[in-house]
């Protein structure tokens, strides 16, 4: 699976994300991301979850194996990269 995929399935889930992603192993089925979007204001963190892995669930059946992600808002992100 090419990066670019996995970003636009979750960018079709949380419109105007910026999406960090990484492939962990080079195999294209292991990836990080970072899902950063208003979309998550006053959202709980389970919430967030759930709203990028059920973009994910065809994903999942292959080719894509794992995926670990984290969800910020615009403003936990910049306190996260500062």
């Given amino acids: 699976m ?3 995929d996995l970003h636009n399935t ?5 419109p105007g994300a910026e999406i ?3 492939d962990l192993t080079g195999n294209g089925d292991h990836f990080e991301a ?3 979007s208003t979309m ?10 759930r709203l990028v892995m059920n973009s994910l ?3 999942l059946k292959g080719p894509l194996h794992a995926i670990t992600f984290k969800t910020y808002t ?3 992100w910049e306190k996260q990269n500062t």
């Avoid at 998550?40 to 979850?49: I, N, Y």
């Fill in 2 to 4: 090419k990066v670019e």
């Fill in 34 to 36: 970072f899902v950063v």
């Fill in 10 to 14: 979750i960018i079709g889930a949380v």
């Fill in 57 to 59: 669930t065809e994903l």
């Fill in 40 to 49: 998550f204001e006053g959202k709980r963190p389970l919430d967030r979850q």
């Fill in 20 to 22: 960090f992603i990484r």
């Fill in 74 to 76: 615009p403003t936990e």
